[in-house]
Each structure stands twice: as C-alpha cells, then as structure tokens.
C-alpha cells in the first residue's frame, strides 16, 4: 500500500497546538486533529494556509491577531501551548 509503509508516523501520541507570529500583527495556529481546526476556523479572520497531503493530520491557519492574543486564544479554547 503506498504512503502506509511507516506505520509509527500515524501511531504516535497527539500533538499539542501550537502558535507563533509570522509578521508584524499576524500569527500562525498549528493544529493536528479536526475538532479543533474547526473551533479554529470559526473565527471569523482566519484563513487556512496550509494543511498536509499525507501523513498524520495537520492545519495550519493564519490570524490577524499578535502573538499575545493568539496565545491566549488557543491556550483559553484549545489547551496549554
């Protein structure tokens, strides 16, 4: 079966979100499960910008938030950084 040949890469434990700023006012939400990229895309400014073709599942999203409120953010609806 093609793309299934290490089977440890889809076993693994689940990842933490994860946010960083990207430019000045903009910052960057990393998630790794669906239920959260759709709190995520729930708001009203953010964008997908990026999301994996194979592998394990991942969303990247951009906001137009500094880094503080995006941290904030995430740690208040989606848990600790």
Do not use: C
Not at 10 to 15: A, G, L
Not at 43 to 66: E, H, M, N
Request: hydrophobic content about 35%; aromatic content about 8%; cysteine-free.
């Amino acid at each position: 079966m093609i793309g299934m040949s290490n089977k440890k890469e889809f076993d693994q434990k689940p990842v933490t979100p994860s946010a960083w700023k990207s430019s000045p006012g903009e910052s960057k939400i990393q998630v790794h499960d669906p239920q959260a990229a759709r709190k995520v895309a729930r708001i009203a400014s953010a964008k997908l910008s990026g999301a994996s073709v194979s592998g394990p599942y991942l969303r990247l999203f951009t906001v137009p938030w500094p880094i503080s409120r995006t941290r904030h953010w995430v740690k208040r609806n989606l848990g600790n950084l």
